[in-house]
Nanobody, 117 residues
Framework: QVQLVESGGGLVQTGGSLRLSCSVSGSTFSRYILGWYRQAPGKQREMVAIITSVDSTGYADSVRGRFTISKDNAKNTVYLQMNSLKPEDTAVYYC???????????WGQGTQVTVSS
């Protein structure tokens, strides 16, 4: 069973930085696509950033140039470095792991990020 545990959320002022971490249990870490998603109140969950098994990355337009996704295969951990944070980045951030075939897919419990203006 794959389990994902996020950490690193919190309250930060506009322009500040946070680093989210997601520890992934199980043997799929290096083979699966890893990603960060977020969901703001009243909005649908959206992709923020993804990283593949060969370290290819993708970002939502709204965060490109400010956020960086990375992973440490030795620690089974994926990170999201968030810089120049804006109030519109406020959301619950979820870690995701999914097979390149689309299923199975796993989610973490989420971590709250709040950016004050």
């Amino acid at each position: 069973q794959v389990q994902l545990v996020e950490s690193g959320g919190g309250l930060v002022q506009t322009g500040g930085s946070l680093r989210l971490s997601c520890s992934v249990s199980g043997s799929t870490f290096s083979r699966y696509i890893l990603g960060w998603y977020r969901q703001a109140p009243g909005k649908q969950r959206e992709m923020v950033a993804i990283i593949t098994s060969v370290d290819s990355t993708g970002y939502a337009d709204s965060v490109r140039g400010r956020f960086t996704i990375s992973k440490d295969n030795a620690k089974n951990t994926v990170y999201l470095q968030m810089n120049s944070l804006k109030p519109e980045d406020t959301a619950v951030y979820y870690c995701n792991s999914r097979s390149p075939l689309g299923r199975p897919e796993y989610w973490g419990q989420g971590t709250q990020v709040t950016v004050s203006s």
